[in-house]
C-alpha cells in the first residue's frame, strides 16, 4: 500500500510540474504570437491600398484608448452598482470582479 501511494504521488507531483511548464510555454508562446501580429502589420503598410488601411487604424489608436478607458470606467461603476444592489442575492454578482465578468458576458 504504500509503494502505491508513494507512486500515485510521485505521479501526481510529475503531473503538476507538467502543468506549471504549460503555463510558462503558453505565455512565451502569447509573446511570440503579439510579436508576429505587430510584424504583419507594420509588413501590411507597405503596400499602398493596405497601408491606407493600418495608417487610419494608428491615427485611431488615440481615440480606441480613451474609448476603452471610457467603457472600463463605465463596466466597473456598474459593477459596482450590481455588486451592492444584487451582490446579497445572486451569485453572479457576488463580487466587484464576478459582475465584471457577468457584464462582459451579457
Do not use: Y
Request: net charge negative.
Amino acid at each position: 500500500v504504500g509503494e502505491k501511494k508513494e507512486a500515485f504521488f510521485k505521479n501526481v507531483q510529475g503531473l503538476l510540474t507538467l502543468i506549471e511548464q504549460e503555463g510558462t510555454v503558453d505565455s512565451f508562446l502569447n509573446v511570440v504570437l503579439i510579436v508576429l501580429l505587430i510584424r504583419v502589420i507594420q509588413c501590411t503598410s507597405l503596400h499602398p491600398r493596405l497601408a491606407l488601411l493600418t495608417g487610419t487604424v494608428s491615427k485611431a489608436m488615440d481615440d480606441f484608448w480613451h474609448s476603452t478607458l471610457l467603457i472600463i470606467l463605465i463596466m466597473g461603476s456598474f459593477a459596482g452598482i450590481g455588486t451592492w444592489r444584487f451582490g446579497s442575492e445572486k451569485a453572479d454578482f457576488a463580487t466587484w470582479e464576478v459582475t465584471m465578468q457577468t457584464q462582459f458576458f451579457m
